[in-house]
């Protein structure tokens, strides 16, 4: 869906050790946003862009940074991975007036030890 | 932040039984949009409602937005093996945030 990409698509760490995760978008899409997903909590915001190196906070942002260079690329990174922070991990991207909808990317499943 | 309540968290049904899942929430919704989840698979969109008393059909899948534009439904006649997977409904802020419900997990049984 709208060209997007995420990597890796697994991972396996282990606590204290920090990991970046990657969505790369081809449809030029302004908002770009991150979510973890956990049985019984749905999806939930991690943190979103709505332009480059523009950036803010979503519901679940602690312990979780991000970086927006590039129309295309935003990074997620966790600086010291707890178990905790084992998810799945989905990119998505939105540009405002087109529906109002999000696209997803494939989703990236982590495990931190 | 806003939330939106689904229910129910699961549903098992026999293939060919009708499927409803609902979302509620406390405050007025601007829009809401339906999403599936296949297992091991990422959210696809599938509608958005809009307008209040709004109902939309998709081949077997009725959406419909309450007149007070705070619940919505989905529901799936005669279900197939092809509609396992996670529902979710979502809405979107005017910051251009969305949550998303918890989810109904459908499971058919053949």
């Known amino acids: 869906d709208a060209g997007i990409t995420q990597s890796p698509r697994h991972k396996v760490t282990e606590t204290g050790t920090p990991v970046t995760l990657r969505c790369h978008q081809t449809?030029?899409?302004?908002?770009m946003y991150w979510y973890r997903q956990d049985p019984g909590h749905g999806l939930r915001l991690i943190h979103y862009?709505?332009?480059?190196?523009?950036?803010d906070k979503g519901e679940v942002s602690d312990g979780y940074s991000v970086s927006r260079s590039k129309t295309e690329d935003f990074l997620l990174t966790l600086e010291s991975a707890t178990s905790s922070q084992t998810s799945v991990y989905f990119c998505?991207?939105?540009?405002?007036?087109?529906?109002?909808?999000?696209?997803f990317g494939p989703g990236t499943r982590l495990l931190v030890l | 932040g806003q939330q939106v309540m689904q229910i129910p968290q699961y549903q098992h049904v026999q293939e060919g039984e009708d499927f409803t899942t609902y979302c509620n929430s406390s405050t007025t919704l601007s829009n809401i949009q339906w999403y599936k989840q296949r297992p091991g698979g990422h959210p696809v969109f599938l509608i958005q409602?809009?307008?209040?008393?709004e109902v939309k059909k998709q081949k077997r899948l009725t959406f419909q937005f309450g007149e007070a534009k705070k619940n919505s439904s989905l529901h799936i006649t005669a279900t197939q093996t092809t509609d396992v997977g996670t529902y979710f409904c979502a809405l979107s802020n005017t910051g251009n945030q969305f949550y998303f419900g918890t989810g109904t997990s459908l499971t058919v049984i053949p």
């Open positions: 409602l809009v307008k209040s008393g």
């Open positions: 998505a991207t939105n540009t405002p007036g087109h529906q109002e909808t999000q696209y």
């Open positions: 862009s709505y332009g480059v190196k523009d950036t």
């Open positions: 449809e030029n899409h302004r908002y």
